[in-house]
């Protein structure tokens, strides 16, 4: 498919993005990886009908902010709809209006019950940009709404990164090699057809095939069949980004073990595991600080149960004091962990805030924020029990995995030291057994203190070498 106004040629990149353009599968998905230029198919595809007026398609996003971010479908949407003499609309929601009449609506459903906001419509060309971000009952529900009076066979595109425990990995599971969870070269853009009953599907390789297999099924009739395909991409066939900005291989290259799997390699099998993120040949232990520190901050996962007779291994309060270097490097300075009750905790972590600014100077102080009122009134007697400290209230996540990559990242490639002490064998084995450990304490903080350091501005620290080695500090 190739457009040409005055000025500009809009077409696919020869590969994937021309196998994605010219399936003639009823559903077709596209991705797998990051960087294949997935959303640019999807608006590319909105074009072969924008002629007919009659015409529109719905591309659906998670979330608003998603369908507006930097670089999302409206940004790239901005490069090519206006060449075609297309103008826009954002509200109710983004819709692009051609001068035939034809319409594309970029519309979001986040919560499950937000399906049926779209009761009655007639749609034919249904779209998901990032699929395993919706449920399968919506996907399912809104092919009933992929229906067409416009001349337009109603079909359905969809693109996606890989998800294991996404039900998009089981729908496309036979274009994928199970053990290695990497794309089948072979199969790619093959059609297979299904047929769903009572929420189960039916494969086969042909409407033959799948018809011998459904000839007992009572209501079965060929014409219910839908066909599929999967086509994987990656950042290799984006020719076009790579010469733009080369530097978004290495951002891929630079990501922990499992999200470079997935979003480099394509792969749809790894999941997060013990030794994937965290290993002790990646980090070394020093015995003094090698630079400069330009940023140190101590973050506090908080917990209070003391270990009992019926609960010997209760969560911890762990503390992590962490500083970025001025050659770049991370490293940590100490780790306070105990199992102890309120009272004892919060007296831990002010005395240990007196000890860190008597040694460092202004260090700042990370406490971390559980969701809901107590939340936030225990955060605020913190507050005025740490008066005069520069203390940073951080927002809890609920996702370990997606809190702690980016402290993984620095760390799979050593950039992370230790400072020799007597709590780094307790911390480098629950970092090893991250995240299937029964505990991660200490991992949480960790990643606490390394997102406020990797971006806090200089500090105005005190000469370290005078104070290493203090042993009545660093115990």
């Given at each position: 498919m190739k457009r040409k106004t005055d000025e500009v040629v809009?077409?696919?990149?020869?590969?994937?993005?021309?196998m994605f353009l010219s399936s003639p599968?009823?559903?077709?998905?596209?991705?797998?990886a990051a960087g294949g230029g997935k959303t640019y198919a999807l608006l590319l595809e909105c074009l072969r009908h924008?002629?007919?007026?009659?015409?529109?398609?719905?591309?659906?996003r998670q979330s608003r902010p998603q369908i507006l971010a930097a670089g999302g479908l409206f940004a790239t949407s901005?490069?090519?709809?206006?060449?075609?003499?297309?103008?826009?609309?954002?509200?109710?929601?983004?819709?692009?209006?051609?001068?035939?009449?034809?319409?594309?609506?970029?519309?979001?459903m986040f919560y499950e019950k937000e399906k049926y906001n779209f009761q009655g419509a007639q749609i034919p060309l249904l779209m998901f940009d990032e699929l395993t971000h919706f449920s399968e009952a919506q996907f399912f529900y809104m092919l009933s709404r992929n229906r067409s009076t416009c001349g337009v066979?109603?079909?359905?595109?969809?693109?996606?990164n890989p998800d294991t425990d996404s039900w998009v990995a089981d729908f496309i599971e036979w274009w994928i090699n199970q053990e290695t969870g990497y794309a089948i070269p072979e199969r790619l853009g093959v059609l297979r057809y299904f047929y769903r009953i009572e929420g189960e599907l039916i494969w086969g390789d042909s409407i033959e095939e799948l018809s011998e297999k459904c000839k007992d099924v009572e209501g079965f009739s060929p014409d219910l069949c839908k066909s599929v395909t999967f086509i994987a991409s990656s950042v290799y066939d984006n020719e076009a980004l790579l010469q733009i900005d080369p530097g978004y291989l290495a951002n891929l290259h630079g990501l922990p073990l499992v999200e470079k799997e997935r979003l480099l390699m394509g792969n749809w099998k790894i999941r997060p595991a013990a030794g994937l993120y965290f290993k002790h040949s990646q980090t070394r232990v020093v015995r003094e600080v090698?630079?400069?520190i330009e940023a140190i901050c101590r973050a506090w996962d908080l917990a209070a149960t003391e270990a009992t007779h019926e609960n010997k291994s209760p969560d911890r309060t762990a503390g992590c004091l962490m500083a970025r270097l001025q050659n770049g490097q991370y490293i940590i300075l100490d780790m306070k962990c105990v199992a102890a009750n309120a009272s004892h905790v919060r007296e831990l972590v002010k005395n240990t805030a007196i000890t860190d600014k008597a040694v460092f100077g202004r260090t700042r102080i990370s406490i971390p924020q559980d969701p809901g009122q107590a939340g936030k009134e225990q955060v605020e007697s913190y507050q005025k029990e740490l008066a005069g400290f520069n203390v940073t209230i951080t927002p809890i996540s609920k996702d370990k995995v997606l809190r702690a990559e980016p402290f993984a990242a620095q760390w799979q490639i050593g950039n992370v030291l230790l400072l020799e002490g007597a709590w780094n064998t307790k911390l480098l084995d629950e970092l090893e057994g991250f995240p299937d450990a029964a505990h991660d304490d200490q991992v949480d903080a960790c990643s606490d203190a390394f997102a406020i350091v990797a971006k806090a501005s200089n500090a105005k620290l005190p000469k370290i070498d005078s104070l290493l080695m203090k042993d009545s500090y660093w115990t």
């Open positions: 809009i077409r696919p990149q020869e590969g994937k993005q021309e599968a009823d559903i077709c998905i596209y991705g797998g924008v002629d007919n007026p009659q015409f529109e398609a719905v591309v659906f901005l490069g090519i709809y206006p060449h075609m003499g297309a103008n826009y609309v954002l509200t109710p929601n983004v819709q692009w209006r051609f001068q035939s009449g034809a319409k594309i609506t970029f519309t979001h066979r109603p079909y359905v595109r969809a693109t996606c090698p630079d400069k």
